[in-house]
């Protein structure tokens, strides 16, 4: 059964640097993507980043690109958000979820084509 695994939230300043850790374990195929999502209180969940597993293909929500990085270590079955020049309204509780059986994609996936999510991890950007 898959499972998905979020650690690295916290506290940090504005212009810190904070990195996200998301494990899936359970996969026996390389061919699924893993996509990195973020939902403020009281606003919607928000697309923030996704990488094709198998070939390491990535794409980025036109608010986070320059700044966040997202990367993964096939070996492990995790992905990483790297989160640069972090602002207050990057303060939301992120998520991972995986889109399982995919080993090609052309653009930044809609949460509703994942399949399983994790429970999320806080970041708060604050003084």
């Known amino acids: 059964q898959v499972q998905l695994v979020e650690s690295g939230g916290g506290l940090v300043q504005p212009g810190g640097s904070l990195r996200l850790s998301c494990v899936a374990s359970?996969?026996?195929?390389?061919?699924?993507?893993i996509g990195w999502f973020r939902q403020a209180q009281g606003k919607q969940r928000e697309g923030v980043a996704c990488?094709?597993?198998?070939?390491?293909?990535?794409f980025y929500a036109d608010s986070v690109k320059g700044r966040f990085t997202i990367s993964r270590d096939k070996s492990k079955n995790t992905a990483y958000l790297q989160m640069n020049a972090l602002k207050p309204d990057d303060t939301a509780i992120y998520s991972c979820?995986?889109?399982?059986?995919?080993?090609?994609?052309?653009?930044?996936?809609?949460?509703?084509?994942?399949?399983?999510w994790g429970q999320g991890t806080q970041v708060t950007v604050s003084t």
């Open positions: 979820a995986t889109l399982s059986g995919v080993s090609a994609l052309l653009r930044l996936p809609s949460p509703n084509e994942y399949d399983r």
């Open positions: 359970g996969f026996t195929s390389e061919h699924y993507a």
């Open positions: 990488v094709l597993m198998s070939y390491g293909t990535t």
